[in-house]
C-alpha cells in the first residue's frame, strides 16, 4: 500500500479544502437560526435566500446562480412549497419550466431571516477584526473572479 504522505500532498493545506471547512463553520452558526426557527434545510435557506435577492427565478436559475445540484434545489421547492412560503407559475418563455417566486408568508420569512444574517454577519466580521474580516471579503471575491469557470493548467 502506497504512504500518503510520500506524494507531497496536504488535505489540510489544500485551499479548496481549506475555503470549504471555513464556509461550514462561518455557516454553522447561522444555520442552528434557519433550523431552529423555521425547520429550514441549508438548500432550503439557499433557495429562498435567492428568491428573496432576485425575485421570481426559475429553479434551473438557482442551479446556476447558487452551485446546487438539481436534485437538491427540487427537494427544497417542494419543501418551501409545501410550507407555503413559495409558489411555482408557468413559465411564459418555456413551457417545461416553472418560475419560482416567495409567497407573502415566504417574503416575512425571507425578512427575518435577513435581518438575522445581517446581525450574524457583523457578529462574525466583529470576531475576526475589520482588517481581518475586509480583507477576507477581499481575498474571497478574488477567489471567486479568477476561478469562475475552469483553472485549466493549474499554474503548471
Given at each position: 500500500m502506497n504512504d500518503?504522505?510520500?506524494s507531497g500532498f496536504d488535505l489540510q493545506d489544500f485551499l479548496p479544502y481549506l475555503l470549504n471547512?471555513?464556509?461550514e463553520t462561518a455557516s454553522r452558526g447561522f444555520q442552528d437560526i434557519y433550523r431552529s426557527r423555521y425547520g429550514m434545510t441549508r438548500t432550503q435557506w439557499r433557495v429562498?435566500?435567492?428568491?428573496g435577492k432576485f425575485g421570481a427565478m426559475t429553479a434551473r436559475d438557482i442551479c446556476i446562480t447558487s452551485h446546487i445540484?438539481?436534485?437538491k434545489v427540487s427537494r427544497a421547492v417542494a419543501g418551501l412549497e409545501h410550507e407555503g412560503l413559495l409558489a411555482r407559475s408557468p413559465s411564459s418563455?418555456?413551457?417545461?419550466?416553472?418560475?419560482?417566486?416567495?409567497?407573502?408568508k415566504g417574503l416575512a420569512v425571507f425578512a427575518d431571516l435577513g435581518r438575522e444574517a445581517i446581525s450574524y454577519d457583523r457578529a462574525l466580521r466583529a470576531r475576526l477584526g475589520q482588517q481581518v474580516a475586509?480583507?477576507?471579503?477581499?481575498?474571497?471575491?478574488?477567489?471567486?473572479s479568477?476561478?469562475?469557470g475552469s483553472v485549466g493548467d493549474y499554474g503548471e
Open positions: 500518503p504522505t510520500q471547512q471555513a464556509a429562498m435566500a435567492n428568491l445540484e438539481k436534485t418563455q418555456d413551457r417545461r419550466a416553472e418560475v419560482l417566486s416567495l409567497t407573502d475586509g480583507n477576507l471579503n477581499l481575498i474571497l471575491r478574488a477567489v471567486i479568477e476561478t469562475n
